[in-house]
C-alpha cells in the first residue's frame, strides 16, 4: 500500500503542502519479524478466494512493511491527539450497528501501522442519535498517530446516508476523537484522531442518520 496520504486539517484557513507528503522512515525489520510477516502474508494470500474480505487485511499489512508517505495540515484549533502525527495506523473489519435512538456498535479486525506493527483489534460502543434500524458491513479506519493512540477510549462523529437510498445498503463516514490532547489538562480537549468509512447493508426508517459515539478499543499486535 506504497503511495501518498494526505490529509488537510485546516479547516477543522487552506494553505498548500510545499513538501507534498515525505516518506515516513519505518524500523528495520529483524530476520525473524520479515519471517513471521512472510508467514501470515501467504496465509492470507490462501484464504483470500474463500473469504474476499482478507484483500483488505493484506492492505493494512502492506502499511506495516512499505510505509505510505504522510502529510498532514493540522488545524490551528483542534489538536493531534498523537505526538506523531506523521505515522499511520490503518484498520479494517467488519462492523455493526443496532438500536433505535441508542444502540450498540461493535468491530474487530486487523490492522497495521508504520511502526512498523501488525495485529488484531476489536472495538465496542454504545451510539446516541437520530438513527434506528441495525446494520452491517466493512469498516476502514484511518489514524494518523501509532497503534497505542488507536486503543483505548474515543468518541465519534458519524454520519451516514441509506440505506434507502441505495437499495438497503448505507454509506458512513465518520471523525474521531480523544478524550484529552496529547499531554493532560485540568479541562480535557477533544482531539483529533483520525477518520472511518463504512458501507453497511440493513435496514433503518430514517435516509439518513447522525450519531455520536463512545467507543473504546483494544488492540493486540501479531507483529512488532
Known sequence: MAGAFHLNLSQLSVRPDPARGRLVPGLSLSARTSAQRSVIKASLELEKPVNSRLGAALDVLDISVTPPAVSVIKSPVVPMAS??????????????????????????????????????FG?????????????????????????????????????????????GCAVG????????????????????????????????????SATVEWSNTWIHPLIK
Open 173 to 208: 463516514g465518520s471523525l474521531l476523537f480523544s478524550i484529552g490532547g496529547p499531554t493532560p489538562s485540568a479541562v480535557a480537549p477533544l482531539a483529533f484522531m483520525g477518520f472511518t468509512v463504512n458501507l453497511t447493508c440493513g435496514w433503518s426508517p430514517f435516509p439518513v
Open 123 to 167: 472495538s465496542v460502543g454504545v451510539v446516541f442519535g437520530l438513527f434506528a434500524g441495525f446494520g452491517a458491513g466493512l469498516e476502514y479506519t484511518f489514524i494518523f498517530g501509532t497503534p497505542n493512540d488507536f486503543a483505548g477510549p474515543f468518541l465519534c462523529f458519524q454520519a451516514s446516508i441509506g440505506p434507502e437510498m441505495f437499495g
Open 83 to 120: 505526538h506523531r502525527s506523521s505515522d499511520l495506523t490503518a484498520a479494517v473489519g467488519p462492523t455493526a450497528t443496532g438500536g433505535l435512538g441508542y444502540g450498540i456498535n461493535g468491530s474487530s479486525g486487523f490492522y497495521g501501522s508504520t511502526v512498523p506493527e501488525f495485529g488484531v
